[in-house]
């Protein structure tokens, strides 16, 4: 069964050393009384709970899966679920990032996020409960009625109530426009909605007394498509005034999908049949609304991704150091045994280093957008605040699909360290594999990703917010220009930084003639600018290593191996994504549909 | 459920009009009466067979998998299975490739290598039983006893007999040299084998009524290490003299593995305890016994993965000609629509001609080994048959490796396609990413492989088969020099060829100084290697669309553009790849292990 070590110096590194976090919070109104020692508290007993409650029901709970009641309509998640989740909220993990007005310990976002990267190390499926629901909370928070956050918002903090979101429906997913699900007034201000959902998260269990669902649907008046849609909050059990719960709503689990993975998680089909629910927002809003929840749930596939990776690194790690097999092509390492183990092979390392390598500067990015989401929400200088949700618009795309991609890539390379075994259910890192498979698709595919980040965070503003974030990769370019150990990394950070600037406006101006040009590069591109950003934290996290190596501590030495690796060997697939990129739209529009 | 329609067109087009595969068949004495018909209605009937019985079964047989009674030592493969294989042998299909001495048909070898392209689309896990038969067949047919050879191949070529392979043990898997297995001889020229033994692919089941399993073991005498490894055929029940079955012997399934994919498959940990069995080829010589079977598996297994690549394209593109989704950026293509059939948008165009190309590219490899193997095997020429042996012994791996690894890329891309319905079991696409990562690991994996191909296959004898081939590159290239139209295509193909000798002269002066250089390049070699290989063939099928195009089939344009996009979109990779391979050992072996 695989293991799993919190990685919390490396958590610490990027928090401490990296980004100052700590003084950076401090700024904020909001966290001026953060310390150090709250958050490596906070890190070292939330990845206790990670490591020692969540990861021994993984393997488990994935070849149990959930099991749905067909008459009640009630999920029964996998053995061990239920208690760890009544283990979650006696901790009080729930409330860490919510809003002290309704319970909630208001710690920041990117103390949340490091949690939420232990948590999805050992359990993605099960994280996917408490996930959904801070996702459910944010929206309320943000748009719900003061009715509305009195009533769901402390339940949610508490953990005592979990939410989910409604969106997709069997005909339409990327395309919500499409959406049928009706609502109709009932004339005291509550709605009749009634229709169909597929693919809800978390959308039926039994480890909590009520479940919040947000759920898109048209009013009867509505526009059509995307600027008809509506947010309604529908409880599975009705609330009285008094906060009891009331009689049980027609929000209905008919189905659980069988999936290829993250089987821990009970992906329901939701029939809502005349389920009553209130407004969240504005009339024809809804998708505005929810759009919040969808922000925060991307940064949090990233998240999940990066947890992912980190936990194959781990294992696949420990593997390569343990079996034995072959001898080195340069002869014998480990003479008194039958083999050398096989960390020896250059192959195995790289797979291992590329996982390692992924999983750091993933942190990284991760813990930098985490923070500048801190300003972005909590900055008590309104020019800061837009600064800064102007470059979590820009970053989160990159987090949410290069980390996903990546983590496709790692955990497949861990896997194949392992050799046949990795492909035997119980060695752990396949599982790894198929729930990695998901974050590639859900909360907004990966195309999807791409094309919000080059048409809409990029071609849209003439590329003004990426030549900002530009702005502090030249910076540092310049600060090290004369550091002779940093020019190994420093030019090639120059170097895909004028890159990126060039294929930008290329493909801008390509756009102008043909809008599916954006199309065509748009996924190739995703990943130069997530290499981008890699190599700038890379090379800032070299800097650092550098400097500290010769201090005795060997997780200097090795952080500057990994950014060496990370050079030699991952940057370099920006040459062909260039290439690709460049090569444009008329290679995959030739054909017609007919001879697919 | 996934719907299969075989390629006929494509796999008569590589055959007759790439590889003019008849007349190059009829050179040899035991095809000389081969012809066009032949194996056009072969490929028909196979192809029904694979469609119309084995896929309807794929997709059950992978949510059945297999039980095993442990009290009765019996396997139960899924439903329909067994019947499906009861057809199989009613057709005479494991004769095809067999040798009409032991009741088989004679067919090439290319032609069994077809049929198997069909079965594995169709069910991968299915053909696997089969599969393994012919492997075992064929060691038998090289390096058995007269004795042997008319015990088992008459019933191995009709089918009613399977077979395994029985290598991995516990502890060892790609380093067979450690393996534990013991033969004692009996006395009567048999041996009593007794260890344990996993892995073993269609080890057990109730199909048929014997099952021939050759088993590597030691003799008590034997060296230590790979040279000292018998191979030994070993049935399931003791076959009497006049053939009729005789005892059980004490070959024992006592676990079936718990897998990522290929359920249907009895993938089966095996107690050898004193079972009886008799030694193949020279003692100790066990391991190049086993080679023959190996190889063809290899093959075998490039084949299942072009298998996969094929199927999961067709699912995929149909999906993206029915799914409506968003519109086009370049403005609505069905307006008559509430959206526009995902066809439209360039990035899922990208994803199925990733596939479409693969799955081409693969077939011509695939086929053209296939021929090539014919020659080896039945040219009257002895230079001929030793060139074409060279010739394969170089391919080898490159099938196995760059198609196993493309079908992973295109699998994962064609599932990308359906969205979230993709992640669900009864798309099916999800099935083909979980059945082709096996194809990656087993039967040597794919760093395995690119050290066979570039330490063993090219290095040790200074490149000079990979020169040869090299030079049938470089005289297509020189032939259609002055080909205008074929510039596009002929230019890259230069240049791809440029590249890889210098990269190999490169490697080879490194792997001087360290061999252990080899192994940090030669996954990435490899894949640069298998580009020139398609560059090759892709450039050779464009000529020919190039010339029928106007002769209005439009297989043709549809070939052409395939071959285009491959070259804009596919070759590219090869840029990133050469640098990585380039940039060497040092960034991966500094860290010390203890670091990771």
Redesign the interface.
């Known amino acids: 069964m695989p293991q799993y070590n919190p990685p919390l110096r490396d958590m610490q590194f990027v928090m401490h050393e990296l980004l100052n976090a700590v003084d950076e919070l401090k700024q904020l109104p909001a966290h001026a009384d953060i310390d150090v020692d709250t958050i490596n508290a906070v890190l070292e007993e939330g990845g206790k709970f990670a490591s020692e409650v969540l990861a021994p029901i993984n393997l488990s709970g994935d070849?149990e899966g959930c099991t749905l009641d067909k008459t009640t309509h009630e999920v029964k998640p996998p053995k061990g679920f239920k208690e760890a989740y009544a283990q979650y909220i006696e901790g009080g993990w729930p409330a860490l990032g919510c809003d002290p007005e309704y319970g909630g310990q208001g710690l920041p976002v990117l103390l949340n996020q490091a949690l939420y990267e232990m948590l999805n190390s050992a359990n993605q499926a099960w994280t996917m409960y408490p996930g959904l629901s801070h996702g459910a909370y944010e929206a309320l928070h943000a748009h719900g009625t003061d009715e509305q956050k009195k009533t769901y918002l402390p339940k949610l903090t508490s953990g005592e109530w979990t939410g989910t979101m409604c969106l997709?429906e069997p005909h339409?997913?990327?395309?919500l426009?499409?959406l049928r699900t009706k609502a109709e007034p009932l004339g005291d201000g509550s709605y009749k909605i009634t229709g169909s959902k597929i693919?809800i998260s978390a959308g039926e269990h039994d480890m909590v007394d009520n479940i919040v669902h947000l759920v898109l649907a048209r009013l009867p008046d509505a526009p059509q498509g995307s600027k008809g849609i509506s947010l309604f909050v529908v409880p599975k059990f009705k609330v009285n005034a008094d906060g009891s719960l009331g009689e049980r709503n027609p929000v209905f689990c008919t189905g659980l999908?069988?999936?290829?993975?993250i089987h821990g998680n009970a992906t329901a089909q939701i029939a809502l049949d005349g389920a009553v629910g209130t407004l969240v927002g504005q009339p024809n809003k809804g998708l505005m609304a929810m759009f919040v929840m969808m922000n925060a749930a991307r940064l949090g596939v990233g998240n999940q991704s990066l947890g992912l990776t980190e936990v194959a690194y781990q294992n696949a790690?420990a593997y390569?150091?343990d079996r034995?097999?072959?001898r080195?092509?340069?002869g014998p390492k480990a003479p008194d045994k039958?083999?050398d183990?096989i960390?020896?092979?250059?192959?195995?390392?790289?797979m291992?280093?590329t996982a390692?390598a992924y999983a750091e500067g993933g942190r990284a990015l991760s813990m930098y957008v985490a923070l500048t989401l801190d300003k972005a929400l909590s900055s008590g200088d309104a020019d800061e605040r837009k600064e800064a949700d102007d470059e979590v618009a820009l970053l989160t795309p990159i987090v949410k699909a290069f980390i996903s991609d990546n983590a496709?890539i790692a955990t497949?390379h861990c896997?194949?360290v392992y050799?046949?075994?990795?492909?035997?259910?119980?060695s752990g890192v396949?599982q790894f594999?198929?729930d990695s498979?998901?974050n590639?698709?859900?909360e907004g595919?990966?195309?999807v990703q791409?094309?919000d980040l080059l048409?809409r965070k990029i071609l849209s503003n003439n590329g003004a917010v990426l030549k900002k974030f530009g702005k502090k990769i030249a910076a540092f370019v310049e600060e090290e220009g004369t550091n002779e150990a940093m020019q190994e990394f420093i030019n090639p950070l120059a170097d895909i930084g004028d890159k990126v600037t060039k294929l930008t406006t290329e493909i801008g101006m390509k756009a102008f003639q043909?809008?599916?040009e954006?199309?065509?590069a748009?996924?190739d591109y995703l990943r130069v600018a997530g290499h981008m950003v890699f190599a700038y934290f890379f090379a800032r996290m070299a800097k650092i290593a550098l400097e500290k190596k010769d201090s005795g501590d060997?997780f200097y030495?090795?952080k500057l191996?990994?950014a060496?690796?990370y050079f030699?060997?991952l940057l370099?697939?920006?040459?062909?994504?260039i290439?690709?990129a460049r090569?444009g739209?008329s290679?995959?529009?030739?054909?017609?549909?007919?001879?697919?």
């Open positions: 070849l997709t339409c997913g990327t395309d426009g499409l693919f999908e069988h999936k290829m993975g790690a390569a150091k034995i097999q072959m080195a092509l340069s039958p083999a183990p960390i020896v092979h250059p192959d195995v390392r790289k291992l280093l390692r496709w497949s896997m194949q050799g046949g075994h990795g492909y035997i259910h119980e396949e594999v198929r498979r998901i590639m698709t859900y595919t990966n195309t791409s094309l048409g043909n809008p599916d954006v199309g065509a748009a996924v060997s030495t090795a191996y990994t060496r690796f030699a060997k370099p697939e920006t040459a062909s994504l290439r690709t090569s739209l290679p995959l529009m030739e054909m017609d549909e007919a001879l697919f």
